[in-house]
């Protein structure tokens, strides 16, 4: 007998779904097929709804479970995110309303200055949320940091070198940290006649806000400053003001180079090249 997930999810995952759901019928399997997730579109009940779901190492879904718990409830109650119905965090399992609406990526909104603006007033919801001060989180990036610096990459011995002795300065401090998305740009974008929503919250975490905008800045923004004044225009103050924005960037591109060096990513991984080479001019650590 075919199974309603046609053998998508772990057997646990699709009873527990079956459970959760009366009859649900898959529609599409929209999963990237990149790191060991499952993402599928699913009917039950007359109703659109997302089950989201991870193999043995994944990460993401336990991180978007905690999301639900109370982060995303200011943009629930506009709308702008979905809100979660079921979770199993020991499965690996979840399911969500799907929202209505096209991706941002690749099309002509990815580039329109009212959905930056809109973007920064959701951001701005999200990071309303709970701030605290997290006394370990500039050494326990750091880490994280050289920890991709110690795997396999193709970043040069020199540019390496220069990151490894501006990150030595970084262990130790405190920083004020903030519910924040971890991948917001476009490709986790809806529009839907006009208006912006916010998808997959997989990796969520208590950062510095401006942790938000390394993506932004790197890609859309980089030739479009015009985007990145709308995005504050509805955000507010500008995270980017921050004493560790450059550190930040740094961080955010030795992970996007060596994650596409271990994917196979090329174009992703001269992104990441290039980021990397930009902050560091930036940290004055090298000019080429």
């Known amino acids: 007998m075919t199974r309603w997930d046609c053998g998508l999810l772990s057997s646990r995952q699709a009873e527990l779904v079956s459970g959760w759901l009366h009859s649900p019928e898959m529609v599409a399997d929209l999963s990237w097929g990149i790191v060991d997730s499952t993402v599928l579109h699913v009917r039950a009940d007359g109703a659109d709804l997302i089950v989201k779901a991870g193999g043995p190492t994944n990460h993401h879904l336990g991180r978007e479970i905690d999301a639900h718990d109370g982060a995303t409830a200011s943009l629930i109650a506009r709308g702008l995110a979905a809100p979660l119905r079921h979770a ?3 499965a690996r399992v979840l399911v969500l309303d799907r929202l209505p609406g096209m991706l941002v990526a690749g099309s002509e909104s990815e580039h329109d200055p ?7 007033a959701a951001l701005a919801l999200l990071h309303s949320g709970d701030t605290h001060v997290d006394p370990d989180y500039e050494e326990r990036v750091t ?5 991709w610096l110690d795997g396999p990459h193709r970043i040069q011995r020199t540019v390496e070198n220069d990151v ?9 401090s405190a920083a004020h940290v903030v519910p924040t998305h971890g991948d917001w740009q476009p490709r986790n974008w809806l529009i839907d006649q ?7 919250f997989g990796r969520f975490a208590y950062r510095p806000a401006c ?31 921050a004493p560790q924005w450059p550190i930040e960037q740094l961080r955010e591109a030795v992970g996007t180079a060596a994650y596409a060096f271990q994917i196979g990513d090329a174009d992703f991984e001269a992104q990441g090249q290039r980021m990397l080479r930009e902050a560091l001019r930036m940290l004055g650590g090298a000019s080429s």
């Open 143 to 147: 880490e994280r940091t050289l920890a």
């Open 88 to 90: 199993d965090r020991s």
């Open 164 to 172: 490894r002795r501006l990150l030595a300065d970084q262990r130790g």
């Open 211 to 241: 942790t938000d905008l390394c993506h932004l800045a790197g890609q859309q923004w980089r030739d479009r400053p015009d985007l990145a004044d709308a995005f504050i225009e509805g955000y507010g103050p500008d995270p980017r003001d």
């Open 114 to 120: 009212d959905v930056h603006r809109q973007a920064g």
């Open 194 to 200: 006009g208006t912006l929503r916010v998808i997959d």
